[in-house]
């Protein structure tokens, strides 16, 4: 992720504009009173060159001493808003300042406000304390992009009485702002949770065919009737409902191409741009599709785990915590968290390959039978799509989400082993193909329910 632009301060006091004027005037005035003799102007030519260099001194000798308390409103803010930033500056030092200029110092990607002027303030206090030695600054700082970026520190220049010298000096450290991807509202699919809570239940089933994974209770206004259970009814002369609460929520993966290793192939085709910039549309597009469709379904009663598409040519760390997913209780600030801290894919300059990054075997693809799950894909390698096809047995229902970077090629492929492979041109296009796929994921569900019966 972007650090914060560190420019170089100087370490010794220097001239202002006002203080290099003077000191060129009492060299000239030196020179005439020397050419004409003149000792009165030889009076003023001393003062004119004594007056900056005793600026200096005395701002080399008294530099500010300051400590800076920096908070975020919102500390955790998505892209595209603002957040608020407020300081609290203290003076350590038995000297007032009067004057001064400060900024707040921040990564490129951000734009911090330009040089202002820092309202007086006094000297450092000891126990009985007014509030004098401190002041309060606060500024709007807006977030283009999604990445965690330090904050500061905060850049004070100080001059002399006369405004003849500064000296620029950095105060305190900096704080990371988290920056969470956009989210693209989607409306809630009709018949969703029945149907893969449907799956989940029907693999419970035939995975422990002698439980007794049902628990009748009183029927409560507002319980669908679909949960009926008719033969407790009978037995009890009253209406009840099957409560499978205690099997846990219905849980969906969310596949994510970290990698863009069909990139990493092409030499024409590079992947995040070499700079101090990393910012690659077609990733961060990808990110937002799966930041948009978890928190959706962490809202809808989902627990949602986000992995990698294992590529053996540059294999990613994972993205889901180990503790097995993200909950609803939450669970959408941590997700939007880790997208947050996903660093863009770099290609090697000199071997032209991804760096290699610590390995992550897909074993939860055979240890989770028949989950739903859900792939953005971005530009994934051969290796990445081979993946997908083999994860295909283990996953219903399977849907993918394809940028305009995919090929048709590959696309076609998954088509094959019987993904549902929607296409996705911008963010806008996300509720509709949501619609779309969910559609089409109730209906495989009732096939396969029938062919299962």
Known sequence: MPRSRRARHPARPRLTTRGIALLVLGGVLFGVALWYDLRDILLLAAVGLAMPIAALGYLAVRPPALTVHRTFEPPVVGAGHSASVRLRVRNRSRRAFDGAHWRDLA?????TPAEAIMPAIGRAEGVLRSGDDEVGLEYRLR????????VGPL????????GLARIARVAGGARELVVTPRITALEPAVGL????????????????PNSDELIAREYRYGDPLRRVHWAATARRGELMVRDEE???????????DTTL???????????????AD???????FGVEVAASLGVHLLARGFRVR????????????PITPEAGGYRAAGGDVALLEDLARLDPPRRDPVRGTAPPVRSVAPTAARRDARMPAIAVIVDPSDAAAETLVALRTSVEPAIAFAAETVSRELVERLEDADWRVLRLRRAADLPAAWQDAWRSARESVRSGGRRGA
């Open 107 to 111: 990564s490129t990607a951000l734009r």
């Open 143 to 150: 977030t283009p992009r999604r990445g965690v970026f330090e």
């Open 155 to 162: 850049r004070v220049s100080v001059t002399d009485p006369f």
């Open 193 to 208: 949770v029945a149907s893969v809570d449907g799956t989940v239940h029907a693999l419970q089933r035939r995975t422990h």
């Open 246 to 256: 205690q099997r846990g929520d219905p849980e969906l993966r969310i596949l994510l």
């Open 261 to 275: 290793g069909g990139r990493l192939h092409h030499p024409g085709a590079g992947s995040a741009r070499d700079g």
């Open 278 to 284: 990393p910012l690659d549309p077609a990733f961060e």
């Open 306 to 317: 986000v992995d990698p598409i294992d590529d053996p040519g540059g294999v990613v760390e």
